[in-house]
């Protein structure tokens, strides 16, 4: 319980933090340390077993660098993987060993390089599952005994977390390539384009009521206080009011935006301009609820 609860004030302040060059860091460190894990990759396989760089970290957060072109390669083509959650339809967190069989995965040459150049000796697959299925994974790696059950439960808990968190690093990064190519530069006076958060959330057309219109002003004090990392019982008491009120709120909330957890329903405010942006983010058009109760309370 306390690793779920770390993870998830770690995600929830991944989504005001501008920099996606520092959302990683402190989430992979949680969760190595969660998972008794001491190296991490990220990477992406499409069905093909083809995709794109690989990323990876150690247990202290750092990004490691001892990687050399054959380990990276093997662990970008890792077919296997992408082969079982392409075919069986499954987003569960899996050890290599229960998806090809102990003794395939020891004998498996990606296993020998990771023993042979890191001292491992087991590795948990965490799919990143999206719309379109499981593309990117989190490759946990591991000596001495295997991940166990409580491991792939904390793992099963906290994937819509680094799901949210890898969407808001995925934002970050086009927003700022897009800002940074000549027809992206913003005018000034203009906002920066943030083609991810229209991708993924349309702004609704004019004659539809924008998501989140219908909050009402102590709903969206309780989420800007959400987005703050604050607990019910914090919430309950800043604002004077019990638990169980607050907890109302918070499912009035969700039901509102369509969303079923903390960190989706802080992004998703954010993206419709309901709480702000991180610093140095895209904004939100700002025509959603919270610029109109500014302007009425102007």
């Not at 662990?75 to 987003?91: E, K, M, N, V």
């Not at 009120?245 to 903390?262: A, C």
Request: proline share 8%; glycine share 10%; net charge negative.
């Amino acid at each position: 319980m306390r690793h779920y609860q770390r993870m998830l004030d770690l995600a929830i302040e991944a989504l005001r933090e501008p920099d996606p060059g520092r959302l990683w860091p402190p989430v992979v460190s949680e969760l190595l340390n969660a998972c008794g894990g001491e190296f991490l990759f990220l990477t992406r396989t499409e069905g093909t077993g083809d995709g794109g760089p690989v990323r990876s970290w150690a247990a202290d957060g750092a990004a490691d660098h001892r990687l050399d072109d054959h380990l990276r390669e093997r662990i970008r083509l890792s077919c296997p993987f992408a082969d079982h959650y392409a075919s069986s339809g499954d987003r569960a967190p899996r050890t290599a060993a229960d998806i090809l069989g102990e003794r395939e995965w020891h004998d498996s040459e990606t296993a020998r390089l990771l023993r042979a150049r890191l001292g491992t000796d087991h590795l948990l697959v965490l799919p990143l599952p999206d719309a379109s299925g499981p593309r990117r994974y989190f490759l946990i790696c591991r000596s001495g005994t295997d991940f166990t059950d409580a491991h792939l439960a904390y793992a099963r808990r906290i994937q819509p977390l680094l799901a949210s968190v890898d969407e808001q690093a995925e934002l970050l990064s086009r927003w700022r390539a897009a800002a940074a190519s000549p027809e992206g530069v913003p005018v000034a006076g203009e906002r920066a384009p943030a083609p991810a958060a229209e991708e993924k959330a349309p702004a609704p057309a004019a004659d539809e009521p924008a998501p989140g219109g219908d909050l009402t002003p102590r709903e969206l004090t309780v989420l800007g206080l959400l987005a703050d990392a604050l607990t019910a019982a914090v919430i309950g008491r800043r604002l004077g009011i019990s638990v169980h009120t607050v907890q109302k709120h918070i499912q009035s909330i969700y039901r509102k935006l369509g969303t079923r957890d903390r960190v989706t329903t802080v992004l998703r405010a954010q993206t419709y301009g309901l709480i702000p942006a991180p610093a140095g983010a895209p904004e939100a058009g700002g025509t959603g609820a919270a610029g109109r109760h500014q302007n009425d309370r102007a």
